[in-house]
């Protein structure tokens, strides 16, 4: 049976979030304390239960908007072979400013600063920075093979 609106939504999500491959950049890590945070102060609520989280290097942070985005990352490669967790895919969530958070990064000019967990789970923690492929993540819609495709709606 063909359902209009679900073509509609599918349809809305595709022009809205658009058919891409996935960015690809430098991330770093960055050890407690985490706060404050350029997003959100002193408010440890706003950090995921998982502690996948990041701080936004210059080229994300796109003047505070990158507050409370999320992004899916894999490590792609490294200067040490090896350092890849290969399969490992992760959603973190934007929590801070690279350039002014309170512990500093890893390594400086990273697109994104992992936290120690979330580096931990894509790559070797004893690396100072990995070469990443990252896509934004849009709640309700699903990920298929990189790509933002469609909404979660049976």
């Not at 995921?48 to 992004?71: H, I, V």
Request: overall charge negative; some cysteine; aromatic content about 10%.
């Amino acid at each position: 049976m063909y359902k209009p609106q679900l073509f509609l939504i599918v349809l809305l999500c595709a022009l809205l979030f658009h058919f891409s491959l996935a960015d690809v950049g430098v991330a770093a890590q960055y050890k407690p304390p985490y706060l404050p945070t350029a997003c959100w102060g002193n408010d440890a609520s706003v950090f995921p239960s998982s502690n996948l989280f990041a701080a936004a290097g210059e080229g994300a942070w796109d003047n505070g908007a990158a507050c409370g985005r999320q992004y899916m990352v894999r490590c792609i490669s490294a200067s040490t072979p090896g350092t890849c967790k290969a399969d490992e895919t992760i959603q973190i969530k934007i929590v801070d400013r690279a350039q002014t958070s309170v512990s500093r990064p890893s390594r400086d000019g990273a697109i994104l600063v992992l936290s120690t967990t979330a580096f931990e789970a894509i790559a070797n923690p004893s690396a100072p920075s990995v070469n990443i492929e990252f896509i934004q993540w849009f709640e309700g819609c699903k990920r298929v093979e990189g790509i933002a495709l469609s909404l979660g709606v049976d």
